[in-house]
């Protein structure tokens, strides 16, 4: 049972406060950081947080700046020595990659069960984070744990290829709105609803782009 602290078995409740401490502060330094949306994350109840992918920075920014505990799906081979440790004991779930694992799956639905809030990411690797395709992960955690979908993007932490190194790049976070997701039964109903996944977050993301791109060609008054 993961009791009542939103948090799988062998996670240290503080250390999970302290963990999301660092990665609220960890990053200012290298990053300009642009949050919107956070007054969209559901405070209650259990929730599938899906987000694009592109680099390992990702997962720190978005797990140090939500306004509740956060139980991200990280793939096993982070789970070596003291990082490992570190892992589970702020109350994240090693998961394997390449195929279906039952036991991080039953983890993670006993957390939003018990009213937590799982991150995945769709894309299930890193890439240009432009959510081309997705894996069905979410769209099963929402069926079996009762979850809304809150889709967030983040761009700006991939530099761009052949560019030169930036100082304090921007980088945007943006929360989408939370969305029922109607899981149909069988792998068609799983294949349904995570297109429906995939689309939110990839037009997200396509929103955020656009908005950089505008922010970038307007001259600054003055």
Known sequence: MTGSTGLPPGAV???????????????????RLRVRGLDRVPRTGPVVLVANHSTMIEPQLIFGMLPRRAVFLVKEEMYTGAAGWGLRRIGQIPVRRGAPDRAALATATRVLRDGGLVAV??????????????????????????????????????????????????????????????????RTGLARATERVRDSLATLVRAVDDDRRSRRSTPPHG
């Open 121 to 186: 990411f769709p894309e299930g690797t890193r890439g240009a984070g432009d959510v081309a395709d997705a894996q069905r992960g979410a769209a099963w955690l929402v069926r079996a744990g009762g979850a809304v979908v809150l889709p967030v993007a983040v761009r700006g932490t991939l530099r761009p290829p052949g560019s030169r190194r930036r100082l304090r790049p921007v980088v945007d976070i943006v929360v989408g709105e939370p969305f029922a997701l109607d899981v149909g039964p069988g």
């Open 13 to 31: 409740p503080w250390l999970h406060e302290v963990g999301r401490v660092i990665g609220r502060v960890l990053y200012r330094p290298v990053y």
